[in-house]
């Protein structure tokens, strides 16, 4: 019997659903302003291969910053971590996800982490491959051997939405040329990253990608390892530290379970050993994290005691 119960869960997404409109669409990158903020779905996929969920489970989520914790994964099983480390710190900031104000400060250049957008443009650089195409098949072929799911693909309306207004994310390349981080051509660059980041999924498919994170990275149908068992624990680690943007202290404390989120409202969770969890929110709170899926998960957390760090 999963400990995980339907009407549970539903109730819960009501409770959430309350705090929507406290929150605000992102409507930065254009396209992303059409969701509805009031829309909140989950989903719970446990080891024994269950799901659970409850909202609107078919609505797709594009991930925007949860892709960032999947290049990195394919990176670091590219390079290894030695080479990907050279180009990328690991320490949280304490500053936005698009700041531009601490790059500077490290000597010689290095972005601090790879969730923030610096970190991650100079991550998505390193995936391996002739041409953006060719990376972007081998990041798709990745996320659909992690999700169990043939069919993801990208939302071209969101990429291109993003492409045509990311000047910010630009100019961060710019700075990552001229120090050496980056060697490519920005608008190439920028072709792949926004492809990336709209990459789309259900609730469903984010839950199982969080299960393989929560298992050391095997299959939870077949056994199989899909990422070296340090590639998860080091994207683990960063969802710990880094995951939740400038607000991931405050959720390790009121939450205590490794996440990723993105400004489309979607949150990745991997609960080590016990299960992934699936939230599509987009109503967000200030630092650009979705505010009924932090209320959610905090009503998980509580409920199921699924903080890492252990206590009630
Ligand atoms: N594509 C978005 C950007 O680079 C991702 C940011 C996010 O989800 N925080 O701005």
């Known amino acids: 019997m999963n400990v995980y119960n339907q009407e549970e869960l539903a109730r819960f997404v009501e409770e959430a659903k309350q705090y929507a409109r406290y929150g605000k669409v992102a409507d930065y990158i254009p396209a992303l302003g059409k969701a509805n903020p009031s829309e909140l779905s989950i989903a ?3 080891p024994d291969d269950e799901v659970v969920s409850a909202g ?5 989520v594009t991930l925007q910053s949860i892709s960032k914790i999947l290049a990195l994964a394919l990176v670091l099983m590219d390079h290894g971590e030695d080479d990907v480390f050279r180009k990328v710190g690991m320490e949280p900031t304490g500053d936005p996800f698009n700041s531009i104000a601490k790059l500077e400060e490290v000597q010689p250049a290095k972005p601090l982490n790879p969730m923030i957008n610096a970190g991650a443009l100079a991550v998505t650089h390193m995936i391996r491959g002739r041409s953006v195409e060719e990376r972007l098949g081998r990041l798709l072929a990745f996320v659909r051997r992690l999700a169990g799911n043939e069919q993801i693909t990208y939302s071209k309306e969101v990429a291109q939405s993003e492409f045509e207004t ?6 961060l390349c710019y700075f990552l040329k001229q120090h050496g981080i980056i060697d490519e051509d920005v608008e190439e660059l920028m072709d792949l990253y926004t492809k990336q980041c709209a990459i789309e999924m259900t609730c469903i498919d984010l839950a199982r990608i969080g299960l393989v994170f929560a298992l050391d990275g095997r299959d939870p149908h077949s056994g199989e390892p899909l990422m070296p068992l340090d590639v998860a624990r080091i994207c683990k680690t960063f969802m710990v530290t880094c995951g939740m943007y400038n607000a991931s202290g405050e959720f390790a404390i009121k939450i205590g379970i490794p996440a990723k989120s993105g400004v489309s409202g979607g ?3 991997a609960v080590p050993g016990r299960c992934g969890i699936g939230i599509f929110g ?5 630092k650009g994290n979705s505010l009924t899926g932090i209320k959610l998960l905090e009503r998980l957390s509580k ?3 699924l903080s890492i760090f252990g206590g009630g």
């Open 44 to 46: 719970i996929y446990t």
């Open 56 to 60: 609107d489970v078919t609505v797709k």
């Open 166 to 171: 990311a000047f910010l994310n630009r100019s």
């Open 267 to 269: 949150i990745l969770a």
């Open 282 to 286: 987009p109503a967000l709170d200030e």
């Open 303 to 305: 409920t199921y005691s």
